[in-house]
C-alpha cells in the first residue's frame, strides 16, 4: 500500500486480503509497546477467516514509523483517536471499518468509537483495553521499567523499534507519571453506537475484570464478552485458536446485519 503520511511524518502500515473497494477492513491498533510485526501471524488469520481485507499501522513513536518528542503527553489516546486514526483510514481508502485494538490500542478504539462520529465504523473488538488506571497494572508497569534497565527486554523490543528507547519511555514514562492515575475514559462509553466485544484474559497482569464490568455499567451499545480462562494480557497470542473464532464470529455477525436490507428487519420484527 501507498505510505501513510501525517504531517509530513510517516507511518508504517501494512495491508492483508482485499482491498477497501472490495470487501470491508479490519483496522488493527496496537498495544503500548507493540508494531505491526507484533500482531505476528494475527492479521494473516483474521483476512482469511473473515473475508476482509486487514490494515495493521505502527502509531508514532513504534515500529518503523517516525519517534515522537518525550515525554508523552498524558494524552496521548486521546490525541491519537481523536486526531490521528481517522487521518489514517482517510489516506488507507477504508470504506467500512471495525477496529481491533489491544491494550493501549483498545483504549484508543474506545475513545474513537464514542469522540467521533464516523459512520464507517460498525464494531469494534477491545482486547485487554484500559477505561481507567489499576494499582495492580501500573505495577507491572513498575516491573516492566526494571525488566527493561536490568535484562535484555531492550534488546529482544529493539528487534522491532526503530526507536526503542523512544517507544518504550513514551509508554513508561507516561503511565508511570503520578497525574496519570486519574486517568480514565470511561465517559466515552455510553456514545458508543456500535458492537462491541470486550475480550480479557483472567490471568492479565495488567488489568482486571473491574474494566469489563466498568464498560458494561456504561454502556448503550451491544456488548459480548470473552473471558479467556488462563491467558494473560494478550489472549490473542496465546490463546489464539480461542479467541480469534470468536473474534471472526463477531466480524460475521455485524456483516450479516450489514446484509440485510431494512425493510427485511421490520417484515421479520
Known amino acids: 500500500m501507498s505510505p501513510i503520511v501525517i504531517d509530513g511524518r510517516e507511518i508504517e502500515a501494512k495491508w492483508w486480503g482485499p482491498g ?9 491498533l496496537h498495544e503500548g509497546l507493540g508494531c505491526v510485526a507484533l500482531w505476528r501471524d494475527v492479521p494473516a488469520k483474521l483476512a482469511a ?3 476482509c481485507g486487514v490494515l495493521a499501522y505502527s502509531r508514532f513513536g513504534y515500529g518503523a514509523s517516525a519517534p515522537v518528542s518525550l515525554p508523552r503527553p498524558l494524552t496521548y489516546m486521546h490525541d491519537e483517536a481523536l486526531g490521528v486514526l481517522g487521518q489514517v483510514l482517510d489516506q488507507a481508502g477504508v470504506k467500512t471499518a471495525i477496529v481491533i485494538g489491544h491494550s493501549d490500542g483498545g483504549s484508543i478504539t474506545a475513545i474513537y468509537a464514542g469522540g467521533v462520529q464516523d459512520f464507517r465504523l460498525r464494531g ?3 482486547i485487554a483495553a484500559h477505561f481507567f488506571t489499576e494499582d495492580m497494572g501500573i505495577r507491572s508497569i513498575e516491573a516492566a ?4 534497565q536490568t535484562t535484555n527486554l531492550r534488546e529482544k ?7 526503542v528507547d523512544n517507544a518504550f519511555w513514551g509508554w513508561n514514562g507516561a503511565w508511570l507519571d503520578p497525574a496519570f492515575r486519574n486517568w480514565r475514559i470511561d465517559d466515552y462509553v455510553p456514545t458508543i ?14 488489568g482486571t475484570l473491574a474494566q469489563f464490568e466498568t464498560f458494561e455499567c456504561e454502556a448503550y451499545c451491544p456488548v459480548e464478552r470473552l473471558v479467556v480462562e488462563g491467558a494473560g494480557h494478550s489472549p490473542h497470542l496465546s490463546h489464539g485458536d480461542e479467541v480469534l473464532p470468536a473474534v471472526a464470529g463477531f466480524v460475521g455477525r455485524i456483516l450479516a446485519l450489514e446484509a440485510v436490507p431494512p425493510h427485511a428487519m421490520q417484515n421479520n420484527a
Open 193 to 206: 453506537r456500535v458492537p462491541v466485544l470486550l475480550v480479557q484474559g483472567s490471568a492479565d497482569e495488567y
Open 145 to 148: 521499567k526494571v525488566a527493561y
Open 49 to 51: 477467516m473473515t473475508g
Open 124 to 126: 469494534a473488538v477491545l
Open 157 to 163: 523490543l529493539g528487534r522491532y523499534h526503530r526507536d
Open 20 to 28: 477497501p473497494e472490495a470487501a470491508p477492513t479490519i483496522v488493527l
